[in-house]
C-alpha cells in the first residue's frame, strides 16, 4: 500500500517537472501570437488581415481593467506575447519588472504616431511601450432629456437627476472625479481629503441609478439614465446612434489615459509580437480600429488616410469632443496615477458607501 | 549470497504489481487515481494556495509580501464587512425562499403529469440554461427596464399608471438569482415528489384526512429531503454570486463575492481576498454540514 502512494507521488512529480520544463524557445519563426487585450478593443477583421498576410495566427483573451492584467501577469508566466495597459499600470509593470524592452527598429511604423504621443510621461524614449489608443472619461448628457446646460460635475448632484447618473464602475474614476469637485488632487491619498469625498459621494448615491464599465452606453441608449460619467469610445458610439447625446469636458476635469501596446516580460514569441505592433501602426490597419472602436487615435498618419478613404467618418471623427477634443479641453484631463498603498483605503471607501454606510 | 539478493531485489517491483492484482483496495485506488489527480491540482493545490495567501501581507504595487500575519482575519471582522457578510446571507436565504415558493409548484404538478409529459416539462426547464447566463441576464434587463416589456405591457392595460422602478434595485437581483437558481430547486423536488405512492394519499384519505391535510402530513414531509437538497444546491452558489448584482443590481450593493472579485482585481489585495473567501468557504461548509446532519445526503444531491 505504502508503495503504491510512493509511486504515485513520484508519477505526479514527474509529470509535473514534464509540465514545467516544456517552455523551450523555438529558434525558428513563430506561427503563433497570444494576444491579452481589453474587451471590445481591438477589430477581428485586423486580426483576420493579419493571419493572412503573415501566417501567424493569433490567439485574443481579453480583460476588463488593468488590475485584471496585472493580476495575470504577477501570477507567473502567462504566456502572452502582446498586452495593452495603459499608462499608470505601464509604471506599476515596469516597477515589477514584466515588460520586455522593445526593439524599435523592428517597428518602423512608429513614425507614424503623433509626436505628441510618443515619449511619455510613463515611459520616456518609447522603451517598453508603443500607443495603441488614447482617450479620456469625462461627462456624457443626453440632451433630449436635460434641456439645461451642463457644464460641471458639481451638476451631477442636482436633485432633479434623482436615479438618472450612470457611473463607471471604476474607484479611480468615480472617488477621483468627486475629489476633482471637491478642488483635490484626484490621485489624493490624504485621508483626511477621501474621508470628506466619501461623504461627498454618499450624497450622489441617491442620483446614480447604476454602476457600469463595459457598456455605459446601453442604460443610456435605453433612455434609463439622462447624464452621467463614460468613455470617450462610449460616447462617441451612442452619439452617432443618438444625435441628442453629447461629451462634454466639465470645469473641474477629468481623466485622460493612453493605452499602449507592450510585450510581457518572458513573451514566448517576441518575434510574432514585434511584427503584429508594427502591423498595427501600419496606417491602413490602423484605419479598421477607428471605425470599429472610435476612441481617440495616435496614429496620425492613419487619420490621414482616413480623410480620403471615409471622409464622411473622418468628419464625425474629427468634429466631436469625444474622438477629437480641441486644446482647450485636454487642458482639463489629467493622467491617473498610481497610489501605491492608499489603493486599500480608496478600496475601503469604496465598499462603504456601496455597502451602505 | 549471491542467490540471496538476487530473491530479495526483485520482490518490491513485483509487490506493487502483485499489490495490484490482488488488494481491491489497491485497485480502486489505482482506477480512480486520474480524478484523484485531476482533483489534486485542481481543488487541493489551489485551495492551499489561497489559505497560504490568507497570511500574507500587500505589497504595494499589489504584489505579495511573505510574512505570516492573522491581519486579513482581524481586518475582516470589521463591522463593514461584517455588514456585507449578512446582507449576502439575507439575499441568499431570499432566494432560496424564492426559489421554494416558485419551484414547489412546479415540481409538484410536473410529478403529477403522466410519465412522457414530465420528461418534456424537465427538458424545458433545462433548456434555458443552454444559452449564455449573460445573454440571460441581458434579457431581463430589456424586460424590467422603465420603457421595457413589463412596464410598457403594465402602462398599456392600466394596470400601473406610471413605469415600475425595477431594474437596478435589489428586487431586480433578487428576480436574477430566483430565475438563476430554480431548476437547481426544481430538479431535486421533483425527484422526491415523483416517489411518493398514491398509495400513501389514498391511505392518508381512507383515515379520514382532507387534501390539504393530506399534503401537510404526507406529502411535505416526504419531500423535504429534496427541499433541503435543493436549499443547498441554491444557497451556496447565491452567497457567492457577483455577476447579477452588477448587472441587475447596477452594481450599487456590494455581497461577499463582489468584495472578494474588487480585491483580486481592482484592489490587487490578494491576501485579503484569499482571507474573505476562506470566510466564505467555512461559512458555507457550516451550513452544509449543519444541513446535512439533520437531514443526511439524499440520492436528490445526484440529480
Given at each position: 500500500?505504502?508503495?503504491?502512494?510512493?509511486?504515485?507521488?513520484?508519477?505526479?512529480?514527474a509529470?509535473?517537472?514534464?509540465?514545467?520544463?516544456?517552455?523551450?524557445?523555438?529558434?525558428?519563426?513563430?506561427?503563433?501570437?497570444?494576444?491579452?487585450?481589453?474587451?471590445?478593443?481591438?477589430?477581428q477583421?485586423?486580426?483576420?488581415?493579419?493571419?493572412?498576410?503573415?501566417?501567424?495566427?493569433?490567439?485574443?483573451d481579453?480583460?476588463?481593467?488593468?488590475?485584471?492584467?496585472?493580476?495575470?501577469?504577477?501570477?507567473?508566466?502567462s504566456?502572452y506575447?502582446?498586452?495593452?495597459?495603459?499608462?499608470?499600470?505601464?509604471?506599476?509593470?515596469?516597477?515589477q519588472?514584466?515588460?520586455?524592452?522593445l526593439?524599435?527598429?523592428?517597428?518602423p511604423?512608429?513614425?507614424?504616431?503623433?509626436?505628441?504621443?510618443?515619449?511619455?510621461?510613463?515611459?520616456?524614449?518609447?522603451?517598453?511601450?508603443?500607443?495603441?489608443?488614447?482617450?479620456?472619461?469625462?461627462l456624457?448628457?443626453?440632451?433630449?432629456?436635460?434641456?439645461?446646460?451642463?457644464?460641471?460635475?458639481?451638476?451631477?448632484?442636482d436633485?432633479?437627476?434623482?436615479?438618472?447618473?450612470?457611473?463607471?464602475?471604476?474607484?479611480?474614476?468615480?472617488?477621483?472625479?468627486?475629489?476633482?469637485?471637491?478642488?483635490?488632487?484626484?490621485?489624493?491619498?490624504?485621508p483626511?481629503?477621501?474621508?470628506?469625498?466619501?461623504?461627498k459621494?454618499?450624497?450622489?448615491?441617491?442620483?446614480?441609478?447604476?454602476?457600469?464599465?463595459?457598456?455605459?452606453?446601453?442604460?443610456?441608449?435605453?433612455?434609463?439614465?439622462?447624464?452621467?460619467?463614460t468613455?470617450?469610445?462610449?460616447?462617441?458610439?451612442?452619439?452617432?446612434?443618438?444625435?441628442?447625446?453629447?461629451?462634454?469636458?466639465?470645469?473641474?476635469?477629468?481623466?485622460?489615459?493612453f493605452?499602449?501596446?507592450?510585450?510581457?516580460?518572458?513573451?514566448?514569441?517576441?518575434?510574432?509580437?514585434?511584427?503584429?505592433?508594427?502591423?498595427?501602426?501600419?496606417a491602413k490597419?490602423?484605419?479598421?480600429?477607428?471605425?470599429?472602436?472610435?476612441?481617440?487615435?495616435?496614429?496620425k498618419?492613419?487619420?490621414?488616410?482616413?480623410?480620403?478613404?471615409?471622409?464622411?467618418?473622418?468628419?464625425?471623427?474629427?468634429?466631436?469632443?469625444?474622438?477629437?477634443?480641441?486644446?482647450?479641453?485636454?487642458?482639463?484631463?489629467?493622467?491617473?496615477?498610481?497610489?501605491?498603498?492608499?489603493t486599500?483605503?480608496?478600496?475601503?471607501?469604496?465598499?462603504?458607501?456601496?455597502?451602505?454606510? | 549470497?549471491?542467490?540471496?539478493?538476487s530473491?530479495?531485489?526483485?520482490?518490491?517491483?513485483?509487490?506493487?504489481?502483485?499489490?495490484?492484482?490482488?488488494?481491491?483496495?489497491?485497485?480502486?485506488l489505482?482506477?480512480?487515481?486520474?480524478?484523484?489527480?485531476?482533483?489534486?491540482?485542481?481543488l487541493?493545490?489551489?485551495?492551499?494556495?489561497?489559505?497560504?495567501?490568507?497570511?500574507?501581507?500587500?505589497?504595494?504595487?499589489?504584489?505579495?509580501?511573505?510574512?505570516?500575519?492573522?491581519?486579513?482575519?482581524?481586518?475582516?471582522?470589521?463591522?463593514?464587512?461584517?455588514?456585507?457578510?449578512?446582507?449576502?446571507?439575507?439575499?441568499?436565504?431570499?432566494?432560496?425562499?424564492?426559489?421554494?415558493?416558485?419551484?414547489?409548484?412546479?415540481?409538484?404538478?410536473?410529478?403529477?403529469?403522466?410519465?412522457?409529459?414530465?420528461?418534456?416539462?424537465?427538458?424545458?426547464i433545462?433548456?434555458?440554461?443552454?444559452?449564455?447566463?449573460?445573454?440571460r441576464?441581458?434579457?431581463?434587463?430589456?424586460?424590467?427596464?422603465?420603457e421595457?416589456?413589463?412596464?410598457?405591457?403594465?402602462?398599456k392595460?392600466?394596470?400601473?399608471?406610471?413605469?415600475?422602478?425595477?431594474?437596478?434595485?435589489p428586487?431586480?437581483?433578487?428576480?436574477g438569482?430566483?430565475?438563476?437558481f430554480?431548476?437547481?430547486?426544481?430538479?431535486?423536488?421533483?425527484?422526491?415528489?415523483?416517489?411518493?405512492e398514491?398509495?400513501q394519499?389514498?391511505?392518508?384519505?381512507?383515515l379520514?384526512?382532507?387534501?390539504?391535510?393530506?399534503?401537510?402530513?404526507?406529502?411535505?414531509?416526504?419531500?423535504?429531503?429534496?427541499?433541503?437538497a435543493?436549499s443547498?444546491?441554491?444557497f451556496?452558489?447565491?452567497?457567492?454570486m457577483?455577476?447579477?448584482?452588477?448587472?441587475?443590481?447596477?452594481?450599487?450593493?456590494?455581497l461577499?463575492?463582489?468584495?472578494i472579485?474588487?480585491?483580486?482585481?481592482?484592489?490587487?489585495d490578494?491576501?485579503?481576498?484569499?482571507?474573505?473567501?476562506?470566510?466564505?468557504l467555512?461559512?458555507?461548509?457550516?451550513?452544509?454540514?449543519?444541513?446535512?446532519?439533520?437531514?443526511?445526503?439524499?440520492?436528490?444531491?445526484?440529480?
Amino acid at each position: 500500500m505504502k508503495t503504491f502512494r510512493i509511486a504515485a507521488v513520484f508519477v505526479v512529480f514527474a509529470m509535473l517537472i514534464a509540465a514545467c520544463g516544456g517552455g523551450q524557445k523555438p529558434a525558428v519563426k513563430s506561427t503563433e501570437l497570444n494576444l491579452y487585450a481589453w474587451s471590445e478593443y481591438i477589430p477581428q477583421a485586423m486580426l483576420d488581415n493579419f493571419t493572412a498576410e503573415t501566417g501567424i495566427k493569433v490567439n485574443y483573451d481579453t480583460y476588463s481593467s488593468n488590475e485584471e492584467l496585472q493580476a495575470k501577469l504577477q501570477a507567473g508566466a502567462s504566456g502572452y506575447d502582446v498586452i495593452v495597459p495603459s499608462d499608470y499600470m505601464i509604471t506599476i509593470l515596469k516597477k515589477q519588472n514584466l515588460l520586455e524592452k522593445l526593439d524599435l527598429s523592428q517597428i518602423p511604423n512608429i513614425k507614424n504616431i503623433d509626436e505628441r504621443f510618443r515619449n511619455l510621461e510613463y515611459d520616456p524614449g518609447n522603451e517598453y511601450t508603443v500607443p495603441y489608443q488614447w482617450g479620456t472619461s469625462c461627462l456624457v448628457v443626453d440632451t433630449s432629456k436635460v434641456s439645461r446646460p451642463i457644464t460641471k460635475w458639481a451638476d451631477l448632484w442636482d436633485p432633479e437627476f434623482a436615479g438618472k447618473v450612470v457611473l463607471l464602475d471604476d474607484v479611480r474614476e468615480v472617488l477621483g472625479m468627486v475629489l476633482a469637485v471637491l478642488g483635490y488632487d484626484k490621485n489624493s491619498t490624504d485621508p483626511a481629503q477621501l474621508e470628506e469625498a466619501k461623504a461627498k459621494l454618499s450624497e450622489l448615491m441617491a442620483n446614480v441609478k447604476l454602476f457600469d464599465s463595459d457598456n455605459p452606453k446601453q442604460a443610456l441608449l435605453a433612455g434609463e439614465v439622462w447624464l452621467g460619467q463614460t468613455w470617450n469610445g462610449e460616447a462617441s458610439i451612442a452619439h452617432s446612434e443618438n444625435e441628442a447625446i453629447q461629451y462634454i469636458f466639465p470645469e473641474e476635469g477629468c481623466t485622460i489615459w493612453f493605452d499602449n501596446l507592450a510585450i510581457p516580460k518572458g513573451a514566448p514569441h517576441i518575434d510574432a509580437a514585434l511584427t503584429f505592433i508594427n502591423y498595427v501602426l501600419d496606417a491602413k490597419n490602423s484605419i479598421l480600429i477607428t471605425k470599429e472602436f472610435p476612441y481617440s487615435n495616435p496614429n496620425k498618419a492613419a487619420l490621414e488616410l482616413l480623410k480620403t478613404e471615409d471622409p464622411a467618418l473622418y468628419e464625425a471623427y474629427m468634429s466631436f469632443p469625444a474622438t477629437n477634443p480641441s486644446d482647450e479641453d485636454l487642458k482639463r484631463t489629467a493622467p491617473i496615477k498610481d497610489i501605491g498603498e492608499a489603493t486599500a483605503l480608496w478600496d475601503r471607501i469604496w465598499t462603504e458607501v456601496k455597502g451602505g454606510e | 549470497m549471491a542467490a540471496e539478493t538476487s530473491s530479495v531485489s526483485p520482490a518490491p517491483r513485483f509487490s506493487l504489481i502483485r499489490q495490484l492484482r490482488e488488494s481491491p483496495h489497491a485497485q480502486g485506488l489505482a482506477l480512480i487515481s486520474p480524478t484523484l489527480i485531476y482533483l489534486l491540482f485542481t481543488l487541493v493545490l489551489p485551495l492551499l494556495l489561497v489559505v497560504v495567501l490568507s497570511f500574507m501581507t500587500r505589497g504595494p504595487y499589489g504584489n505579495i509580501i511573505y510574512r505570516v500575519n492573522l491581519g486579513n482575519y482581524t481586518r475582516l471582522m470589521d463591522t463593514l464587512y461584517l455588514r456585507i457578510l449578512g446582507y449576502s446571507l439575507l439575499t441568499a436565504a431570499l432566494t432560496t425562499v424564492g426559489t421554494i415558493l416558485i419551484g414547489y409548484p412546479l415540481a409538484y404538478y410536473i410529478a403529477r403529469t403522466p410519465p412522457r409529459q414530465r420528461s418534456v416539462y424537465l427538458f424545458l426547464i433545462l433548456v434555458p440554461f443552454w444559452t449564455n447566463f449573460i445573454i440571460r441576464i441581458y434579457a431581463w434587463i430589456m424586460i424590467l427596464r422603465t420603457e421595457g416589456l413589463l412596464n410598457s405591457f403594465l402602462l398599456k392595460i392600466g394596470f400601473i399608471q406610471a413605469p415600475l422602478d425595477i431594474l437596478y434595485t435589489p428586487t431586480a437581483v433578487l428576480i436574477g438569482m430566483v430565475y438563476e437558481f430554480l431548476p437547481f430547486m426544481v430538479l431535486p423536488l421533483y425527484t422526491s415528489l415523483e416517489k411518493i405512492e398514491p398509495a400513501q394519499l389514498e391511505a392518508a384519505a381512507d383515515l379520514g384526512a382532507r387534501p390539504f391535510m393530506a399534503f401537510l402530513r404526507v406529502t411535505l414531509p416526504l419531500s423535504l429531503p429534496g427541499m433541503i437538497a435543493g436549499s443547498i444546491l441554491v444557497f451556496i452558489p447565491a452567497m457567492g454570486m457577483f455577476v447579477v448584482p452588477d448587472l441587475m443590481g447596477g452594481a450599487k450593493t456590494i455581497l461577499v463575492g463582489n468584495l472578494i472579485r474588487n480585491q483580486f482585481l481592482t484592489a490587487r489585495d490578494w491576501p485579503f481576498g484569499a482571507a474573505a473567501s476562506m470566510l466564505l468557504l467555512i461559512l458555507t461548509l457550516i451550513f452544509t454540514l449543519f444541513y446535512t446532519r439533520r437531514a443526511g445526503f439524499g440520492e436528490e444531491l445526484l440529480v
